[in-house]
């Protein structure tokens, strides 16, 4: 029994399964997980190591290449890069895009604890993974108010521990806030005069404060537990406890040589908002969760606590549902508006009911897709149904070719349950072939590498599972539907094919004709139309450009002031910029500013530094600017180059969502000398700046902190008794002193005790020469005695890649004024003018680097290296389609010839996508190429089905050329319905002006045209190839027909 009968004849079972899936698919709609972006595993990880006073060569030497010599033994390690600042070193590790990361991750921490030798002072590395959510956060929440410091940072707490309750929430962080600290400020003079050091001090705060158990006693039949309580209840008894016995037995206490202070923690960062002080919190959502649901509980908690506090002052911001929300709502509504056009177009073609069969067919292919989805893992994002609408068209394509067929035989005067059974039989292969070769198309772009590739599989996956559900709906549910509902007999249908079908049928038997009759004048043609289209790179008609870049929510800028800056100064040069930007023509299309002060985000990883500044600069909805980005960019760019005190700004991209890019300008210098590594980068520099375009250029090398060196005497220190840790450590403690203890005072939360020396007491390094140390005799000696003290500048960060040292040129490309007309500088152009360019002959700016710099190397990164990765990756799966498409079209023509004359289509479906970028004045990017891959398989499904049919009539004794047209006038109808009813699929996307679908336009516009410009070549030019082929294949007997006329003689025109 063949599918279509079974489906006839068990029509109550097959509405049965259509109501389960339609019931279980709503309910997976409205619980399945939704993000803006997919979530990844980056394959990456960070190891932090803090080493607090180490200037960066020290951390470079006693640190990173300890690290380092363990990583490069791990495999599967795609690059490594190490960055070493004062006191802290980051080793950032991106693993193959085919390693297995959970290994990776046992493996990596093997070899961390194999690095036994770090000095004793440095921090034990901690080893992060990353992932996208883990790193992007759903929203920041500014809380601010007249509270203060204290009370704030406890309001903070208590706001973090209410939203951690919530379901779905990773993580919670806190920036802005400073925990309680005691401060024991020793006074130098007061310890002189005592006969003291702050060792003396340290000493006795450990030796005081515990709580040390002694085991248990029993006192007759009761037992008890013996505790010595030594620990500090109150702030009083630290200032009471006793240094030492002078010699006329007089206690010295802490409060004769120090003062001690209950206070805060050194601010390590600012939050503000709008310019005003805050606190701001960011949340983290889990892989389970769904943004829009996790947010309301969010905002819902937050009005709680807010109503709940007097004076409270809540704001949230950079809130990552709308995005998501608006881009539901707009590809929704195209979703919605494509279903509608795809209806009329079959309404026009084959009446109301059988239009009404075929667009039956999306919800049901969608809610078998959704099951499907959630059953893999693969969340809502606005990839996933962009994909659903790329397929709109696509998935009634199927049913299109079975609807026209049974309505063939309907119009013949079969009944519906007749004409169902065998119009589906009939067609069934062709149409599994043809879904068959669609999907071959779509499943190589899994082997896109890199992020990129990880990013982006969610694309093949999604349009896969929905041409396979399309494909189930047509052979099983659809015959049952046409049986059942068709409605008139078949006597009634005939004689009343379509005015519309009769006048194009007219229509194309005349061109086909004379196309077949003119034959080498249509090739030369369709020859002259390719060369037209491939002309136009070479004229630069068409830009190119690796990833369509859409419009964000949100502008992050990263400023650094002169390393050394500090916190307070730093926060009022982002004062100055946030002041600016709320008054600024283009002030109206920001809603908020959120900043922090001390710290930013830059590839994915957080640096600490008081010079430090990231502005998040809030705007409306894409689709309510009144200015560009790159107008309101430009605006804020002209007025940091005149902020004094401002050393450095980067405009960040594709860090917080969207599709992984990198950075516009990337370039790697690699050598050993660093002094020549910063020659060379100005020099690399200074050629990027006279490119117009180029904007926010610098490199990761700046002077660094004064580095004050202490030479110890070895010989005196062993004279003394001393060590060198020892003098660090006291150094240490002098310059900004060190933790010591924890005090409680009946509080569940602990909170450092810190010994220092009083800030007034240490202005410069005469002071610090005076600090005293005790011998092993307990005789006191000045530092200078003991080492020698030089003053020196560095650098402020050492970077490596792969182990070997990097400096590393950043910069971004924006617009620019030629002759009066704004001109984008894209990337790519900017990489073709300093590489050279092959095709025109162009020289490049730095083709000669390695003749120029011996020894170093010139490396691209950024979306240059990612662009190359994904290029060669997407030319790869490319190439894997086309076999594979091949592959079934041989299987079912049995033929290894007319796969070719089927696979004609594709680059004729080229020369649209080349005329369609040209009319929309879209780039060439990668979305482009996605496009080229995807219609590989779609425009060879018409010729299939037209080859196919010509083979039919041939095998019925009907000559070439009446077979051709004769299978051209059949085939007519639904090669144009599947066409029409694509584009018509695509149409919301081709029209919309919303930046939620900018994106993905290229990918609509390349299918669009080429799809377009391949169907009309596919009813005329596939034919003539036809006939040249078999006309060839039969003067040497290759072919099995054997009627082989002259068209004059078989053809009446």
């Known amino acids: 029994m063949s599918i279509a009968k079974f489906s006839v004849e068990h029509s109550k079972l097959i509405n049965m399964i259509m109501v389960i899936v339609f019931i279980l698919g709503i309910y997976t709609l409205i619980f399945m997980p939704k993000e803006e972006m997919p979530s990844v595993d980056f394959g990456a990880f960070y190891i932090v190591v803090s080493y607090r006073g180490v200037s960066p060569e020290e951390m470079e030497n006693l640190v990173v290449k300890k690290l380092e010599e363990q990583i490069i033994n791990l495999d599967d390690v795609d690059f490594f890069q190490s960055t070493c600042a004062a006191g802290r070193a980051t080793i950032f590790i991106r693993m193959e895009p085919n390693a297995d990361i959970d290994q990776s991750w046992s493996d990596l921490n093997s070899e961390i604890q194999k690095v036994t030798d770090l000095p004793d002072d440095a921090s034990d590395p901690i080893l992060v993974r990353l992932n996208m959510r883990e790193v992007n956060e759903i929203c920041t929440v500014a809380l601010g108010g007249e509270f203060s410091a204290n009370a704030i940072r406890e309001i903070a707490d208590d706001y973090k521990d209410k939203i951690l309750e919530l379901p779905n929430i990773a993580n919670v962080e806190i920036a802005g806030t400073r925990d309680r600290e005691i401060w024991i400020e020793s006074d130098v003079n007061k310890l002189d005069q005592y006969g003291l050091s702050i060792y003396a001090v340290a000493n006795a705060i450990t030796n005081r404060n515990k709580n040390v158990p002694a085991g248990d006693i029993k006192f007759g039949r009761a037992e008890f537990l013996i505790r010595t309580v030594g620990e500090f209840e109150t702030v009083d008894e630290i200032r009471d406890v006793i240094v030492k016995m002078d010699k006329n037995g007089r206690a010295i206490r802490i409060g004769n040589v120090a003062t001690v202070i209950d206070t805060l923690e050194e601010q390590v960062t600012i939050g503000k ?92 292919s969608f809610f078998l897709t959704f099951l499907i989805m959630d059953f893999l893992g693969v969340t809502m994002n606005n990839l996933s149904l962009f994909a659903l609408i790329l397929v709109i068209g696509m998935i009634v394509d199927d049913a299109i070719i079975v609807l026209e067929n049974v309505h063939r035989y309907r119009e013949q005067g079969m009944s519906a349950k007749e004409a169902a059974i065998k119009g589906t039989n009939e067609i069934m292969w062709p149409v599994v072939a043809a879904v068959a070769t669609t999907v071959a198309a779509f499943l190589p772009m899994l082997l896109i590498s890199g992020m990129m ?65 003119h034959r080498y004048i249509s090739v030369m043609l369709v020859v002259a139309a390719l060369l037209l289209a491939l002309g136009a790179f070479g004229m630069g008609l068409v830009k190119f450009e690796f990833f369509p870049s859409g419009t964000p929510k949100t502008i992050i800028l990263n400023l650094e ?89 980067k405009f960040i991209e594709g860090e917080h969502g969207g599709a992984p890019t990198g950075g516009d300008i990337e370039l790697r210098i690699i050598g050993n000398n660093i002094d020549k590594l910063e020659s060379i980068g100005n020099y690399v520099i200074s050629i990027l700046g006279d490119i117009p375009g180029v904007t926010d250029l610098e490199t990761n090398m700046d002077d660094g902190k004064k580095e004050i060196k202490i030479k110890p005497k070895h010989d005196k220190l062993g004279l003394y008794g001393l060590t060198v840790n020892e003098i660090s450590s006291l150094v240490s403690i002098a310059s900004y002193g060190a933790p010591i203890s924890k005090f409680r005072g009946g509080e569940l939360d602990e909170y450092d005790i810190v010994v220092r020396v009083q800030e007034d007491q240490i202005d410069d390094v005469s002071d610090l020469k005076e600090i005293k140390i005790p011998t092993m005799t307990g005789d006191l000696i000045p530092l200078k005695e003991l080492a020698d003290f030089e003053i020196s500048a560095g650098y402020s960060q050492i970077q490596h890649y792969n182990g070997n040292r990097v400096l590393t040129v950043t910069g971004n490309t924006t617009t620019y004024d030629e002759n009066g007309r704004s001109v984008k500088q894209t990337p790519d152009e900017v990489t073709s003018i300093l590489r050279g360019n092959a095709i025109t002959g162009q020289p490049g700016l730095l083709e000669n680097f390695s003749e120029r710099f011996p020894g170093y190397q010139l490396q691209y990164g950024g979306v240059t290296q990612q662009r190359t990765e994904v290029y060669n990756s997407l030319y790869l799966a490319l190439l894997i389609a086309l076999l594979l498409i091949f592959a079934i079209l041989a299987a079912k023509f049995n033929s290894y010839v007319q796969p070719f004359i089927v696979m004609l289509t594709i680059p004729f479906a080229i020369i649209g996508v080349i005329f369609g970028l040209i009319i929309t004045a879209l780039p060439f990017s990668m979305m482009t190429l996605i496009a080229v891959l995807a219609l590989a398989g779609v425009v060879v499904n018409d010729s299939l089905i037209l080859v196919d049919f010509v083979n039919s009539e041939r095998e019925k004794g009907v000559d070439r050329w009446n077979s051709l047209i004769n299978a051209g006038t059949v085939r007519l109808r639904p090669i144009l319905m599947t066409t029409v009813t694509t584009i018509a699929g695509f149409m919301p996307i081709l029209l919309s002006t919303s930046s939620q679908v900018e994106s993905w336009k290229p990918i609509a516009v390349s299918i669009a045209f080429g799809l377009a410009f391949a169907t009309l070549l596919t009813l005329f030019i596939i034919p003539v190839v036809y006939s040249f082929i078999d006309s060839i294949f039969g003067k040497f007997g290759m072919t099995r027909f054997k009627t082989h006329k002259k068209f004059d003689e078989c053809v009446k025109y």
């Open 273 to 364: 908002l709008d310019g005003d002080k805050a606190v701001n919190v960011n949340i983290y959502m889990d892989a389970e969760g769904n943004i829009l649901r996790v947010m309301k509980n969010v905002r819902a908690a937050s009005d709680d606590f807010v109503g709940a506090l007097s004076g409270l002052n809540l704001e949230v911001r950079n809130d990552g549902s709308i995005e998501v929300k608006n881009s539901l709502f707009t590809l929704g509504n195209n979703a919605l508006v494509g279903i509608i056009l795809v209806f009329i177009t079959l309404f026009i073609f084959i009446g109301w009911r059988n239009a009404l069969f075929a667009a039956w067919g999306i919800p049901f």
């Open 453 to 517: 590739g990880k990013f982006m599989s969610v694309f093949p996956i999604v349009v896969s599972i929905a041409l396979f559900s399309s494909l189930l709906e047509c052979l099983i549910i659809l015959p049952s539907h046409i049986a059942d509902f068709s409605g008139k007999s078949g006597k009634n249908l005939k004689d009343k094919t379509h005015k519309l079908h009769v006048w194009l049928t007219k229509i194309y038997q005349y061109l086909i004709k004379r196309a077949l009759k």
């Open 561 to 649: 002031t002169p390393v050394g800056t500090s916190l307070e100064r730093t926060d009022e040069v982002v004062s100055k910029i946030e002041n600016f930007i709320q008054n600024m023509d283009e002030s109206k299309d920001v809603e908020a500013i959120v900043s922090t002060i001390g710290q930013y985000t830059e590839n994915h990883r957080t640096q600490v530094e008081t010079s430090h500044a990231e502005v998040k600069i809030d705007l409306l909805d894409a689709d309510d600017l009144t200015f560009s980005i790159e107008k309101i960019k430009g605006s804020i760019r002209k007025y940091l180059d005149t902020v004094p005190g401002l050393f450095s700004y």
